[in-house]
Antibody, heavy 118, light 112 residues
Framework: QVQLQESGPGLVKPSQTLSLTCTVS??????????WNWIRQPAGKGLEWIGR???????KYSPSLKSRVTLSLDTSKNQFSLKLSSVTAADTAVYYC??????????WGQGTLVTVSS | QSVLTQPPSVSGAPGQRVTISCTGS?????????VHWYQQLPGSAPKLLIY???NRPSGVPDRFSGSKSGTSASLAITGLQAEDEADYYC????????????FGGGTKLTVL
C-alpha cells in the first residue's frame, strides 16, 4: 500500500511563498497510471483541489489558484512539490498530497497544517 | 459554493439506513464521469470509501454502497454504527470552467 507524506514549514508569513513536498513510498511516481495532486482544507471547511502533475511534468491547476501555483516532480527522489505564492491568511489550511487516477480515486497523505501569519 | 452539491448534514439512529446525495450537472456527473466517495473521520485525512460510482475498496464494509443516475450520485449506509459518524465527500471530474477535479461541499453524518 503506497504511503504519501507531506513536509514543509508549518508557518509562512503573508506575501511569501508556501512550499511543500510530498514523498511517495514507492516508485509509482514514475508510472503513467497516476496523477499527483495537492488538495487543501481550511479548518472546519470542505476540500479544495489545488492542482495535479503527471509523470511527464504536465500540470493542471484550479482556475481560482492558477496564477499563484506551481507544481513540480522529482522522480529520482520519489517526490513532488507545491509552491503557492503571495499567500494570505485565507491560505491557512491543512494541505494534503494525494495520488489519483480516474478509475480508482484518491489515496491521501496524512496532511500538514500550514498557517499564514506574521 | 461547491460544484457538487451535498446536504450539509444528515443523521440517523444506530441500525438505520441513511443516504447522502451528490448533485452535479451536465459538465461533470451528467457527462459520464465517475463519482468517488471519501470518509473523513474527525482529525484524520479523507479515506476512499467508494470508487467508480459503486465499488468498495478492500476493507470497506458492505454496509456502504454507491449509485449514480443522470447528474446525481448517492451514498447509502445501512446498519448505521457509531463509528460511521464522520464527514463524507463526493468527488468527480468536470469538463467546464471549474477545473478538472471537483468535490462536494461535504456532509456531516451524526449517529444519534
Amino acid at each position: 500500500q503506497v504511503q504519501l507524506q507531506e513536509s514543509g514549514p508549518g508557518l509562512v508569513k503573508p506575501s511569501q511563498t508556501l512550499s511543500l513536498t510530498c514523498t511517495v513510498s514507492d516508485n509509482s511516481i514514475s508510472s503513467s497510471y497516476f496523477y499527483w495532486n495537492w488538495i487543501r482544507q481550511p479548518a472546519g471547511k470542505g476540500l479544495e483541489w489545488i492542482g495535479r502533475i503527471y509523470t511527464t511534468g504536465s500540470t493542471k491547476y484550479s482556475p481560482s489558484l492558477k496564477s499563484r501555483v506551481t507544481l513540480s516532480l522529482d522522480t529520482s527522489k520519489n517526490q513532488f512539490s507545491l509552491k503557492l505564492s503571495s499567500v494570505t491568511a485565507a491560505d491557512t489550511a491543512v494541505y494534503y498530497c494525494a495520488r489519483s487516477n480516474y478509475t480508482y480515486g484518491y489515496t491521501w497523505g496524512q496532511g500538514t497544517l500550514v498557517t499564514v501569519s506574521s | 459554493q461547491s460544484v457538487l452539491t451535498q446536504p450539509p448534514s444528515v443523521s440517523g439512529a444506530p441500525g438505520q439506513r441513511v443516504t447522502i446525495s451528490c448533485t452535479g450537472s451536465s459538465s461533470n456527473i451528467g457527462a459520464g464521469y465517475d463519482v468517488h466517495w471519501y470518509q473523513q473521520l474527525p482529525g484524520s485525512a479523507p479515506k476512499l470509501l467508494i470508487y467508480g460510482n459503486n465499488n468498495r475498496p478492500s476493507g470497506v464494509p458492505d454496509r456502504f454502497s454507491g449509485s449514480k443516475s443522470g447528474t446525481s450520485a448517492s451514498l447509502a449506509i445501512t446498519g448505521l454504527q457509531a463509528e460511521d459518524e464522520a464527514d463524507y465527500y463526493c468527488q468527480s471530474y468536470d469538463s467546464g470552467l471549474s477545473g478538472p477535479v471537483v468535490f462536494g461541499g461535504g456532509t456531516k453524518l451524526t449517529v444519534l
